[in-house]
């Protein structure tokens, strides 16, 4: 991808400079956060206006990839549920003791209406607190957590 080059000013913020001059505060916006995280990403400006197209992030230079994943890895907060230890109890609401790629993590199921299925085998898991978890490929997970996890869908 060419068009605009991408760089970190004195105060952490991103630049991009393409041929109407440089953008100060320029945010990376995913178009498919959960179905597709490497594709359709804009570079928007701070207000939302849309500087770049980005297809797909693998075909960026790695100097540029390495500024967009770092900063959507600050903006975004979704950890990903790789297996479920424990919930306190099978009704709700119940408290659920998971390890996610972000390490361990305790959180209130407050309801069942709280799983959603966004995809065949993907969920999102929504705490008390708004926070969302997700569970990329519920076939992914090990015997026991998919055990738990039916008992709730």
Known sequence: MSGFTLS???FGKLVLADE?????????V??????????GIALV?????ELAWIEQLSELAPGTRALIEE????RE???EIRRIRSVSTFAVPSTWEVDTDRGEASFVLKGE???RRVAESTLLIADTHGVQYLIRDTQALDKGSRKILDRFL
Do not use: M
């Open 30 to 39: 995913r178009a498919f956060p959960i179905a597709a995280p490497e594709r």
């Open 71 to 74: 900063e959507l890895k600050n």
């Open 113 to 115: 209406e709280d799983i």
């Open 8 to 10: 970190r000013n004195a």
């Open 77 to 79: 907060f979704l950890p």
């Open 45 to 49: 400006d701070a207000d939302g206006h």
């Open 20 to 28: 109407d001059g440089e953008h100060e505060g320029v945010v990376p």
